[in-house]
């Protein structure tokens, strides 16, 4: 089997593995209902009624930049800074996108964006590290995807309901839920010096960026950061 075969086989997009990957994303999920579930509160206390709270759980789908964005919400909404905001608490997707390229390009136009529009953290990463593997991935990017939609917002619905029982998700520890979860993904990774000085540099100038930028700026940072190293120290089978 060439390459070529490899990658198409790893770029399947069936019913079965999308429901995989939606039943292995569901343990995640419930702690994304639970922040879900804040986010709702959140909306209503800041003049976001029932409905439009749960549209833009629905068409965002972006739990840090909606937060994000109930801060500039009022009368008198700022979109051009609410714009930016959310591009750049959201601008690793752009190189989320370009990891994912060589497997999403196989697929018709329609299908790519579909898949991409619902590509988080935590789905990426268990599909990056199934592609690493060798095994499809795009199933469980897209049925992970699916699921933590789901719960988003079911959470969202609830916050604004019930919201109040879990107003400080902090309190019990849950904020640290997706941080441990990406970290488990890691360990569990390719292990190297390039992809340990990766994490390093990403590391670094995301604490450096908190400690002395914008706000939220360090996302992007550590992102871009790590990134660019990546981009120019390829692995040796990437120069051939």
């Known amino acids: 089997m060439t390459a070529s075969d490899d990658v198409l086989a790893q770029s399947a997009l069936t019913r079965p593995l999308v429901w995989s990957g939606f039943r292995q994303m569901v343990p995640i999920s419930l702690f994304v209902l639970v922040f879900g579930a804040a986010f709702g509160l959140a909306a209503l206390q800041h003049g976001l009624d029932t409905p439009w709270a749960v549209l833009m759980s629905s068409a965002v789908f972006a739990g840090a930049a909606q937060f994000a964005v ?102 019990w520890g849950l904020d640290m839920v ?35 930028l914008p706000e939220n700026s360090h996302v992007v940072t550590g992102t871009l950061a790590g990134g660019l190293l990546g981009l120019l120290w390829k692995e040796e089978n990437d120069e051939r």
């Open 178 to 212: 997706m941080g441990c979860f990406l970290l488990a993904m890691v360990v569990g990774g390719e292990k190297n010096l390039r992809m340990l000085l990766i994490w390093v540099v990403a590391a670094g100038a995301s604490i450096a960026a908190f400690r002395w």
């Open 70 to 171: 109930l801060d500039l919400w009022g009368p008198q909404v700022p979109l051009l800074p609410l714009a930016l905001t959310v591009f750049a608490i959201n601008a690793r997707h752009l190189l989320m996108g370009a990891t994912l390229y060589p497997w999403l390009r196989q697929l018709p136009p329609a299908q790519r964006y579909g898949v991409m529009a619902l590509v988080s953290d935590s789905n990426w990463a268990l599909s990056m590290q199934a592609l690493g593997r060798g095994q499809p991935g795009l199933g469980l990017l897209l049925g992970g995807g699916l699921a933590l939609w789901v719960f988003w917002i079911v959470g969202t619905v609830l916050g604004t309901q019930v919201g109040s029982l879990i107003a400080d998700a902090r309190r």
